[in-house]
Nanobody, 128 residues
Framework: QVQLVESGGGSVQAGGSLRLSCAAS????????MGWFRQPPGKEREGIAG????????YYADSVKGRFTISQDSAKNTIYLEMNSLKPEDTAMYYC?????????????????????WGQGTQVTVSS
């Protein structure tokens, strides 16, 4: 079992920045990939960034490419999501996820079926 706890959410004005953290605990050695998803109010969950935890390579959805950066600190079993140039449409509950399968294609890093474990989420609100 892997437990995930997100932190770092909050309220920010458009154009601002936030950094989310996701701390993993438990049997983290089984983890092959981790990702960030978000769910705006009344909308479906969207995968926005993912990372292969063994090699550190990442993938981004077009909606955040160039503005968001996913990174990891393996020693702390933590991943981060650096969010810059935030827009009101980035307002959502943000979730991190961890998976045990080594998916073959980078685009699968933003697919929910890649992941087995999910955190409880942290709210990000961007005002105009």
């Amino acid at each position: 079992q892997v437990q995930l706890v997100e932190s770092g959410g909050g309220s920010v004005q458009a154009g601002g920045s936030l950094r989310l953290s996701c701390a993993a605990s438990g049997y983290t050695y089984s983890t092959k990939s981790m990702g960030w998803f978000r769910q705006p109010p009344g909308k479906e969950r969207e995968g926005i960034a993912g990372i292969y935890t063994d090699i550190g390579s990442s993938y981004y959805a077009d909606s955040v490419k160039g503005r968001f950066t996913i990174s990891q600190d393996s020693a702390k079993n933590t991943i981060y999501l650096e969010m810059n140039s935030l827009k009101p449409e980035d307002t959502a509950m943000y979730y991190c996820a961890a998976g045990e399968a080594r998916v073959l294609f980078y685009r699968l890093l933003v697919r929910p079926e890649t992941y087995k474990y999910w955190g409880q989420g942290t709210q990000v609100t961007v005002s105009s």
